[in-house]
């Protein structure tokens, strides 16, 4: 399985960007898909994870502002990022699980919030 992240760049404090995440190969298994990010100086952290019956948890400081969203037919899941401040200021990485261990990593793709 193969993670494909997309959507990442340069926004204004306030404004709002949609990631990406695609999984190719063979995905059907995968249960939980999730969002990490990691600022310089930071560990990874978890945004927000989904499971395959949509079942979601949010870090604190992104609830109400963040949403995920998976597509089962597509292997996709998408984060729509809204409120943004300069501290989700990161590299954000999705990742994918069968079970409680995550499997596989996508690249990273880089957002930048500032004015």
């Known amino acids: 399985v193969q993670l494909q992240a997309s959507g990442g760049g340069l926004v204004q404090p306030g404004g709002s960007l949609r990631l990406s995440c695609a999984a190719s190969?063979?995905?059907?298994?995968?249960?939980?898909m999730a969002w990490y990010r990691q600022s310089p100086g930071k560990q990874r952290e978890l945004v927000a994870e989904?499971?395959?019956?949509?079942?979601?948890k949010y870090t604190d400081s992104v609830r109400g502002r963040f949403f995920i969203s998976r597509d089962n037919a597509k292997n996709a899941v998408h984060l729509q990022m809204n409120s943004l401040k300069p501290e989700d200021t990161a590299v954000y990485y999705c990742?994918?699980?069968?079970?409680?261990?995550?499997?596989?990593w996508g690249n990273g793709t880089l957002v930048t919030v500032s004015s």
């Open positions: 190969g063979s995905a059907v298994d995968i249960n939980v």
């Open positions: 989904i499971t395959r019956g949509g079942s979601t």
């Open positions: 990742s994918a699980a069968y079970g409680s261990n995550i499997n596989y």
